[in-house]
T-cell receptor
Framework: KQEVTQIPAALSVPEGENLVLNCSFT??????LQWFRQDPGKGLTSLLL?????REQTSGRLNASLDKSSGRSTLYIAASQPGDSATYLC??????????FGPGTRLSVLP | GAGVSQSPSNKVTEKGKDVELRCDPI?????LYWYRQSLGQGLEFLIY????????KSGLPSDRFSAERTGGSVSTLTIQRTQQEDSAVYLC????????????FGPGTRLTVL
């Protein structure tokens, strides 16, 4: 059974810092991995999707990497801003077409 | 519409009543998922529809929960005889398919059972 974990559970950083969020999964037979952000009381917004054949994806200040063999993905946020404060979730898509989500990392960027 | 929509955005009901939650996926998306997110918790998978195939109901927590998808588009999640532990945000997502399989989420329905 696929299990997804995220470290740290919560992170607080001053504005301008670069930071890394970690996602680990137990079964490497995944179709893709997707990173989301969730603002309080809101739905999930897709940030980046990495196919199993890819190693990284970039969008603006965000970079996500995937090491399928070791069951790890990282989300790198450069020059963090207070507007980046949110909960960040990773989800893996198994070949059975079911998604498994991590518990999330709650990020606070202090001005 | 441009994205996934859900209605109502908020629903307050009394214990024992039935509720219906609606999801309108992105046009053309063949797959649709329902999740539940309790306060401070992660996302819990409930049910998955893919085209005309039988839905994957493995995540439904009890037989009080059911869902249908009419015409391969709009989906309704029904909770019968609601209990206080059913209080949560119910999220719907549709899948882009076409070998990308990216999920797009709706804003959710916040259900409160008194």
């Amino acid at each position: 059974k696929q299990e997804v974990t995220q470290i740290p559970a919560a992170l607080s950083v001053p504005e301008g810092e670069n930071l890394v969020l970690n996602c680990s999964f137990t079964d490497s037979a995944i179709y893709n991995l997707q990173w989301f952000r969730q603002d309080p009381g809101k739905g999930l917004t897709s940030l980046l999707l990495i196919q199993s054949s890819q190693r990284e994806q970039t969008s603006g200040r965000l970079n996500a990497s995937l090491d399928k063999s070791s069951g790890r993905s990282t989300l790198y946020i450069a020059a963090s801003q207070p507007g980046d404060s949110a909960t960040y979730l990773c989800a893996v898509l198994n070949y059975g077409q079911n998604f498994v989500f991590g518990p999330g990392t709650r990020l606070s960027v202090l001005p | 519409g441009a994205g996934v929509s859900q209605s109502p955005s908020n629903k307050v009901t009394e214990k024992g009543k039935d509720v219906e939650l609606r999801c309108d996926p992105i046009s053309g998306h063949t797959a649709l998922y329902w999740y539940r997110q309790s306060l401070g918790q992660g996302l819990e998978f409930l049910i998955y529809f893919q085209g005309n195939s039988a839905p994957d109901k493995s995540g439904l927590p009890s037989d009080r929960f059911s869902a249908e998808r009419t015409g391969g588009s709009v989906s309704t999640l029904t909770i019968q005889r609601t209990q206080q532990e059913d209080s949560a945000v119910y999220l719907c997502a549709s899948l882009s398919g076409r070998a990308v399989n990216e999920q797009f989420f709706g804003p959710g329905t916040r259900l409160t059972v008194l």
